[in-house]
């Protein structure tokens, strides 16, 4: 595809060493070529986290197209087991090596080049957004949701919004996401008295006590999912006392859970669940307990229509291939997004993100900006 190189940009961006919260000059490479292209661009950044807007057409059109991705990208890892150099953005055999280059520089990249070429070659009646954040791998407070407080301060708003990250398993185009399950860690302790395991009536053993209660979590059924949502699912991560010593029995056992979640609970129904659940534990066992619950985002889905369509036909219009609608799989910043306007996600396969030699087909780079180009064309027509 002529203009913007979008296989250049994801190699500029894959060579900033970017790992969150880092930068490294990855959002300045894109505020230059978006800058250049005519978009008015402006920081939002927050808590030391850089953010970039960029807007292109009359602010506050009423037909506003929005792209949302991220540049930061996990830890390398193991740097030993890496056959090519992390952020070198090496190109072999077709194939573009580095951290991010699949999650999600590339994406991020194919929609920067979409929009400038499609702004410069055929102006639309309206405008686009382009919101990038830097805090996408980490704890995401500072990131996507400071884009959307900078957008409500400033009067900025988009119609609809396209997230660019990983979506499809195996080949690409076979699945786009229309939501996502919630997600929410809960950590317990239960407190018990310590002793010596000769004498166990003079202690009282926090161990029994925990592993009821995460039996009765195992063996819970949460639901059996619903009309856009597989099951959802509860997964016990560490059970623990730290205790290194036969003849003594813990004074403390701490353990933690993962709940993926579909959109027949919420994170303040699960979270009373639990509580009833612990508090069940404490009256049989006579043990206290300390619980955390952190939510990272509750379940969403953007229902079957205009905009799932439109993504849909652009898909299979560039690949042969009509796109599953799912909502499997992790946490997005869409889950952020969806409070501002209707979101979908669309981009690469992703199956090397967050690995070793983490990499990316050059030729689905640039399938994938046909794609967003399509989407900008249909949107607009």
């Not at 055999?93 to 590339?106: E, I």
């Not at 399950?181 to 000769?198: D, F, L």
Request: glycine content about 10%; hydrophobic content about 40%.
């Amino acid at each position: 595809m002529a203009g913007l190189d979008p296989v250049s940009l994801t190699a500029d961006l894959v060579r900033c060493a970017s790992v969150t919260p880092a930068d490294d000059g990855a959002l300045d490479v894109l505020h230059k070529v978006l800058q250049e292209a005519g978009f008015d661009c402006a920081w939002a950044d927050r808590g030391g986290i850089r953010n970039l807007f960029a807007r292109w057409g009359a602010k506050g059109h009423s037909r506003t197209f929005g792209f949302n991705g991220h540049t930061d990208v996990v830890p390398i890892g193991d740097a030993a087991a890496w056959t090519k150099p992390p952020f070198g953005a090496e190109i072999e055999n077709g194939v573009l090596y580095g951290r991010g280059a699949t999650d999600m520089k590339s994406g991020v990249a194919a929609f920067a080049a979409a929009a400038v070429d499609f702004v410069q070659t055929t102006p639309p009646e309206g405008a686009i957004i382009l919101a990038i954040t830097g805090d996408e791998e980490g704890d995401a407070v500072d990131g996507t949701t400071a884009l959307l407080a900078h957008m409500a301060d400033t009067d900025e708003r988009m119609d609809v919004c396209l997230v660019g990250e990983p979506t499809c398993p195996d080949r690409m185009g076979e699945m786009m996401k229309i939501g996502r399950r919630g997600s929410m860690t809960a950590w317990i302790k239960v407190i018990g008295k310590q002793g010596h395991s000769a004498y166990p009536h003079r202690a009282l053993n926090p161990m029994p006590a925990m592993m009821r209660l995460m039996d009765r979590f195992a063996r819970h059924e949460l639901d059996q999912g619903t009309d856009h949502f597989d099951p959802s699912t509860l997964a016990i991560v560490t059970v623990d006392t730290g205790n290194t010593a036969t003849n003594v029995i813990p004074a403390e056992c701490s353990a933690a859970v993962n709940i993926r979640f579909n959109d027949t609970h919420s994170g303040a129904s699960l979270t009373a669940w639990i509580e009833s659940e612990i508090a069940g534990i404490e009256t049989n066992f006579g043990v206290t307990t300390e619980l955390k619950i952190k939510i990272s985002g509750e379940s969403f889905v953007t229902p079957p229509g205009d905009l799932s369509d439109l993504v849909a036909k652009a898909v299979e219009a560039e690949t042969g291939i009509k796109p599953v609608m799912s909502t499997t799989g992790g946490t997005s910043d869409a889950r952020f997004v969806k409070n501002h306007c209707p979101v979908v996600e669309f981009g690469l396969v992703g199956q090397s993100m967050h690995q070793v030699d983490e990499h990316v087909r050059v030729d689905h780079i640039h399938q994938l900006k046909a794609v967003y180009a399509r989407i900008l064309k249909d949107y607009f027509a």
